[in-house]
């Protein structure tokens, strides 16, 4: 069974930082763009992040220069490190996998889609 599991969402307060991972099962990422998407209530899903298979990354000028994605394909696994957190990053927070190489896109179109994890910044 194909599964993507999200972990690390918390918590947190302004300015603070969460790491973010995403944990494949049931195949190997190597093969796929993996992207992060947020959602927040009342608003529609956006992307945050994306990496290809080559470590090209791709990120919203909303969280340019505070956060940062990387994958470790020996650990099958995705992160995603998020600092200076701002109330606005609230969210749910998804990892979705494309299979593509070479280039990743924040759009939607992802083949796989994990449950996602809650990230509050708040004082």
């Known amino acids: 069974q194909l599964q993507l599991v999200e972990s690390g969402g918390g918590l947190v307060q302004p300015g603070g930082s969460l790491r973010l991972s995403c944990a494949a099962s049931g195949f190997t990422l190597d093969s796929y763009a993996i992207g992060w998407f947020r959602q927040a209530p009342g608003k529609e899903r956006e992307g945050v992040s994306c990496?290809?298979?080559?470590?090209?990354?791709n990120y919203a000028d909303s969280v340019k220069g505070r956060f940062t994605i990387s994958r470790d394909n020996a650990k099958n696994t995705v992160y995603l490190q998020m600092n200076s957190l701002k109330p606005e990053d609230t969210a749910v927070y998804h990892c979705?996998?494309?299979?593509?190489?070479?280039?990743?896109?924040?759009?939607?179109?992802?083949?796989?889609w994990g449950q996602g994890t809650q990230v509050t910044v708040s004082s």
């Open positions: 990496i290809s298979t080559i470590g090209i990354t």
């Open positions: 979705a996998a494309l299979k593509r190489l070479f280039s990743c896109t924040l759009s939607k179109g992802y083949d796989y």
